[in-house]
T-cell receptor
Framework: DTEVTQTPKHLVMGMTNKKSLKCEQHMGHRAMYWYKQKAKKPPELMFVYSYEKLSINESVPSRFSPECPNSSLLNLHLHALQPEDSALYLC???????????FGEGSRLTVL | SQQGEEDPQALSIQEGENATMNCSYKTSINNLQWYRQNSGRGLVHLILIRSNEREKHSGRLRVTLDTSKKSSSLLITASRAADTASYFCATVWAGANNLFFGTGTRLTVIP
């Protein structure tokens, strides 16, 4: 199984809503990542979890809250987002030794 | 900026031609990777080249790395319409395990 599964595929939320994005992998990877991608731009690193511990937070606003409940799951909790947060949110996992990333198909988020 | 720079930003070629994309970066790296992204989809890993390697092949892909110039190139030979996508280089910095992406090249292969 070489898949990274992200749900939901599409999400529309208001600025006062609370929602979560979910990511799951069963490849035994111990590093998991959240990236944000705006249209026609490269993915921007948000968070890195290594062995279920947050190892990198790229100065992401606190309205984004990551969580890694276990080695297979990664969540991104969303609260009080702004319209400029609308983007494609990509989850990825990797074997730490190589850094080669396996990406999910992304969750397309629209904030109204 | 943490990003590498890629050129050209966009490339349009006829099916059967070769496509070359270039990537420049700023820091010492452990490895450099190339990814492909179809519109609105996730990224797919294509090839990884380590800092002590100069050239690598995978099928119709050929990657070169020049660490003295901090640059890499991706050559796709005998292009197909299905190769139409955005291509990103990504670097793993020395001493780190994070991947930072270049600005990308949008490739269009015309049938």
């Amino acid at each position: 199984d070489t898949e990274v599964t992200q749900t939901p595929k599409h999400l529309v939320m208001g600025m006062t809503n609370k929602k979560s994005l979910k990511c799951e992998q069963h490849m035994g990877h111990r590093a998991m990542y959240w990236y944000k991608q705006k249209a026609k731009k490269p993915p921007e690193l948000m968070f890195v979890y290594s062995y279920e511990k947050l190892s990198i937070n790229e100065s992401v606003p606190s309205r984004f809250s990551p969580e890694c409940p276990n080695s297979s799951l990664l969540n991104l909790h969303l609260h009080a987002l702004q319209p400029e947060d609308s983007a494609l949110y990509l989850c990825a996992s990797s074997l730490p030794a190589t850094g080669e990333l396996f990406f999910g198909e992304g969750s397309r988020l629209t904030v109204l | 900026s943490q990003q590498g720079e890629e050129d050209p930003q966009a490339l349009s070629i006829q099916e059967g031609e070769n496509a070359t994309m270039n990537c420049s970066y700023k820091t010492s790296i452990n490895n450099l990777q190339w990814y492909r992204q179809n519109s609105g989809r996730g990224l797919v890993h294509l090839i990884l080249i380590r800092s002590n390697e100069r050239e690598k092949h995978s099928g119709r892909l050929r990657v070169t790395l020049d660490t003295s110039k901090k640059s890499s190139s991706l050559l796709i030979t005998a292009s197909r319409a299905a190769d139409t996508a955005s291509y990103f280089c990504a670097t793993v910095w020395a001493g780190a395990n994070n991947l930072f992406f270049g600005t990308g090249t949008r490739l269009t292969v015309i049938p």
